[in-house]
């Protein structure tokens, strides 16, 4: 069966520190990844997509970045963090079937 | 553009029937989605609905696409206290690459 991981599961990290969060998805191959993010007020905005290695689309420009060196590794980047990078931040996978499977998100606090 | 609305509170008394509504704007979505979200957690997918459906149940879920009004529900016979969380709907859209979401709708469930 799939299952997808994400970690940390929280962090607090001071303004202009940098951020790495962490997304590996196990039993499937070539997926489509997700990060979105869910700040307070509970909307899930999208954040990034990759359809493949090497291939990430943005639709929200911001100061995150994202990146996939493995076919199932999706990573979350940041230089430098903003207090309004705070938030909920959940990766996700798509199967071939078009259902995409969330993991448990991580809780990101910038202080 | 493709957005997504939801009233943000419902509140049941338990053994009574919850209806959450939703609506969309774009005609082309292909897949239509209910996901459960409980305190500090991940998204989990309830259910989904494809878009030449205009009923779907499963269990004490039944849910309802009106096309022609772009209007989805979820209905949830026997409300349970443990359905108390946020539900989100999303729509598939980007030839079903990407979600967008509802802002949820926080079902409370009183005894």
């Known amino acids: 069966s799939q299952t997808i991981h994400q970690w940390p599961a929280t962090l607090v990290q001071p303004v202009g520190s940098p951020l790495s969060l962490e997304c590996t998805v196990e039993?499937?191959?070539?997926?489509?990844l997700y990060w979105y993010r869910q700040a307070a007020g509970r909307g899930l905005q999208l954040l990034f997509y990759?359809?493949?290695?090497?291939?990430i689309s943005s639709e929200v420009p911001q100061n995150l970045s994202a990146s996939r060196p493995q076919d199932r590794q999706f990573i979350l980047s940041s230089k430098k963090l903003l207090l309004s990078d705070s938030g909920f931040y959940l990766c996700?996978?798509?199967?071939?079937?078009?259902?995409?499977?969330f993991g448990e998100g991580s809780w990101l606090t910038v202080v | 553009g493709e957005d997504v609305e939801q009233s943000l509170f419902l509140s049941v008394r338990e053994g009574d029937s919850s209806v959450i509504n939703c609506t969309y704007t774009?005609?082309?979505?292909?897949?239509l989605y209910w996901y459960k979200q409980e305190p500090g957690a991940g998204l989990q997918l309830l259910t989904y609905?494809?878009?030449?459906?205009d009923m779907k149940q499963d269990q004490r879920l039944t849910v309802l696409l009106n096309k022609k009004d772009k209007h989805l529900s979820l209905r949830i016979a026997d409300t349970q206290t443990g359905d108390s969380a946020i539900y989100f709907c999303?729509?598939?859209?980007?030839?079903?690459?990407?979600?967008?979401f509802g802002t949820g709708t926080q079902l409370k469930v009183e005894l």
């Open positions: 774009d005609s082309s979505s292909t897949y």
């Open positions: 999303a729509e598939a859209t980007g030839g079903g690459n990407k979600l967008t």
């Open positions: 609905i494809f878009s030449n459906m």
């Open positions: 996700a996978w798509q199967n071939s079937g078009n259902t995409i499977y």
């Open positions: 039993g499937t191959s070539n997926p489509n």
């Open positions: 990759s359809v493949g290695i090497g291939q």
